[in-house]
């Protein structure tokens, strides 16, 4: 009996020890694994380091282009160029207005709008300036609304001065101020530059103000 018991420990001890070889092993291998997957992580950050201590000794910039900041799919330079675009646009509708119009009201709305855009035309150019930003025309909206702005003048120009003329330009003037005052806005809610934002929040209260007076004006001042 004594014989049997010890041939009994003797196995449950080996046992014990080769199952404790095998779960050593394991963690052996698991972490042979895991430090593999960590050594490979700082090989890659320090590659990484070493490319951008590359490109800043050969000259390169490392950082975001100026003026490239993500506003709702515009940047500074797009949003400065549609401004402008619109701008233009109602400067030379005014002027075209002020010679041609047969109608008061229209008139004083058309110096009014050659006034105010002239204006906020020369707070544009001279914010580009100091902020070192050339505006970008290569967005579809602003190239539309150039296009659309220089049919509508041909337009104008070519139809004859009187009531129907009149009226047909406040009609525009009230459509082009809604589309432009919505952009606007949108630029204003999403832009991270504060003193574009700044700029485009005075730019709303006169294009509202605009709307507002040219609706008014055909209401009150063209009869049909």
Known sequence: MHSRSTSTGWTVAIAIVAASTM??????????????????????????????????AMGKDTTAPAGATNNNGWTDAQILAYAAAANNAEVAEGRLAERKSTNPAVK???????????????????????????????????????????????????????????????????????????????????????KLKDMLTKAVGKVQEHLTKAEDVKANKIKT
Not at 26 to 49: I, K, P, Y
């Open 108 to 194: 004083a709305f058309a110096r009014q709008m050659v006034t105010d855009h002239e204006a906020m035309l020369k707070e544009g150019k001279s914010f580009a300036s100091s902020n070192k930003i050339t505006p970008d025309t290569t967005k579809s909206d602003v190239s539309d609304l150039m296009k659309n702005s220089h049919d509508e003048l041909a337009d104008l120009t070519k139809k004859p001065a009187g009531k129907d003329w009149d009226g047909d330009f406040i009609d525009k003037e009230i459509d082009g101020h809604k589309a432009v005052l919505d952009k606007l806005q949108d630029f204003e809610k999403s832009t991270t530059n504060t």
């Open 23 to 56: 779960l050593v092993g394991c963690q052996r291998a698991n972490n042979g694994r895991t430090d593999t997957t960590a050594a490979a992580g700082e090989v890659a950050h320090r590659d990484s380091l070493a490319d951008t201590s590359h490109a800043a």
